[in-house]
């Protein structure tokens, strides 16, 4: 069946990374942007590994460079999880790309972004710095993120090429993020194995892991996930389309939901990876078999890892029994 009237939560999406590329093509040529190159003859993001997904990302973000740009991007990212009744969603947001980290241009592009709206859909913010940028921009990001923490601000956390630097690098910036009351979360085990999971957990004291997949590859940390009831943000599209796994059928969500690990499934980055969520839920449920009482379980463990206040969780849950 198709799962696309069926109520989602989504929480591991890049805000700049669901740019439609249509979008992204058209507010290039209103500011007569050149940046043709990111994109292959049918129009689509062009890269053909993860260093150039990377570097494709930066030049598409090129063409957004003012509040009212992110405020169109995120009209349009909402309208794009509405059509897959996407109810609740957490996205990245990155200061390096809205006033490269100064707090008051930030505040601008903030105000903005949250001037987007689209009925029947929650949006919660999680601030992130980029890893290969470094740890000294990420304390100015850090710091975005601790004086615009609140309603809307829920989280802070990392994304960006894991194989660059430690997860200990940017101590600093998450404790200053958790001392101002923000939830955390980083990218580990994707690109590295199970170890940076376990730096992730020791080092930055995280809650949620950006993938985390790799875990499978240990299993006395698969235990430890289990029991400690660390959550998988785990994007199985996004990691078959950049060759993490070769195919679906080898992708290991399954398996880690099996063993009593707390997984939630997203999207990551959409249109570069030519996904959505109803395409994951199709998938999950061609490749593993995944039926209605599994997705309710899905959208449980995603609303119980949400980083937004109670009243809203609640808020959700409702609109959950009401389905
Ligand atoms: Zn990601």
Redesign the pocket.
Known sequence: MSWTSFPKLEL???LE?AADPAFVRKLADEKRVDIRAAFDEQGNYAYSSFEEFLHVYEVATQALRSPLDFQRLTQSVLENLAEHNVIYAEA?LSPDFCGDRDLVAWREYLAAIQEAHVDGVTLKGIITCIRHFGPDKAKETALCAAETAGDFIVGFGM?GAETVGEQRDFTYSFDMAREAGLRLTT?AG?WRGPQEVRAAIRDLGVERI??GVRSIEDPSLVKELAETGVVL?T?PG?NVALGVYPSWQDHPVAKLRDAGVKVTV?T??PPFFHTNMSHEFDMLERTFGWGEEDFKALNATALDAAFCGDETKQDISKLLEAT
């Open positions: 591991h999406l890049h990374g990245f994304g990218h994707e950006g993938h943000e994007n996004s997203s990551d980055d």
